[in-house]
């Protein structure tokens, strides 16, 4: 798990997220994935479609998603091969809300040099509002904290449900 690569890939949304785009890619990997979906889960992302170095078609203008009639040779996308996995993307929809874009700030917890494990009980204060392990609680309303677990990448509030601790990744409001 490389987090020089996730801190990229936080500051890259928080600045797509400043600059208005609509849309915007990142490079393709499984971490990636995991908490890109993650996001789109707790409601920060609009769509999260893995394609090529060339942005999807659209299909309406609402919508980036393909309909059930098209597959990936009509819309001009290769099979992954060997040859060309180095140049996957990971097309994101970026939230807008009143004009101010849903995802404001997205931050690392844990660094590269300094990886925050934390367990259950840890978890749960920081989701009361308290600090556990060096990291500040949830204060503001919508704000959430992604953890890597042994079952993927949970929002903290998941964790305390599941009862399961893992290593902070990064907050994000």
């Not at 490079?27 to 994935?33: G, Q, V, Y």
């Not at 308290?130 to 503001?140: H, M, P, Q, S």
């Not at 964790?159 to 399961?164: A, F, G, L, T, Y």
């Amino acid at each position: 798990m490389s987090l020089v690569h996730l801190s990229h890939l936080c500051s890259h949304l928080q600045n797509a997220s400043k600059a208005r785009l609509g849309l915007t890619s990142v490079p393709s990997s499984n971490l990636h994935l995991r908490l890109l979906l993650a996001l789109q889960a707790s409601g920060f992302l609009s769509t999260v479609i893995r394609g090529g170095p060339s942005p999807p078609r659209l299909i309406s203008p609402t919508s980036l998603e393909p309909d059930e009639s098209t597959t990936e040779t009509h819309q001009g996308l290769e099979p992954v091969t060997q040859v060309n996995v180095a140049s996957r993307r990971l097309w994101l929809g970026l939230k807008y809300w009143n004009n101010e874009p849903v995802l404001s700030r997205m931050t690392m917890v844990s660094k590269p040099t300094k990886r925050i494990h934390i367990d259950c009980e840890g978890l749960g204060r920081i989701m009361r509002g308290k600090e556990a392990n060096y990291v500040k609680g949830l204060t503001t309303p919508g704000e959430c904290l992604f953890v890597s677990t042994d079952r993927g990448i949970l929002e903290v509030r998941e964790c305390v449900e599941r009862k399961v601790g893992g290593m902070a990744l990064c907050r994000v409001l």
